[in-house]
């Protein structure tokens, strides 16, 4: 049952405690800035935070001058100049 591997597998810790802390800061930005408007707002900040997130973890830029220019796109309608 894999909700015991922590038992049979060295190094899994029995807690989710490191997921908690890696969301904390996304958590406490919602709190602040009360969220976003829209079902189509919640989603994106979903999915920048997961590669923002992710992109932290493995050492890498998660803004690809192309990412980057389709997000300001998306958020600004037009890329900035």
């Not at 899994?12 to 009360?34: C, D, G, H, M, Q």
């Not at 493995?58 to 890329?79: A, C, D, I, M, T």
Request: glycine residues 6%; proline residues 4%.
């Amino acid at each position: 049952m894999a909700l015991f591997t922590f038992i049979d597998v060295e190094g899994v810790e029995p807690t989710n405690n490191f997921a908690e802390r890696s969301l904390r800061s996304y958590v406490i930005w919602r709190k602040i800035s009360f969220g976003t408007q829209s079902e189509n707002g919640n989603r994106f900040v979903e999915r920048m935070s997961t590669v923002s997130l992710s992109c932290q973890l493995q050492n890498r830029n998660g803004f690809h001058p192309k990412l980057e220019k389709k997000v300001n796109n998306y958020v600004f309608g037009s890329v900035p100049h």
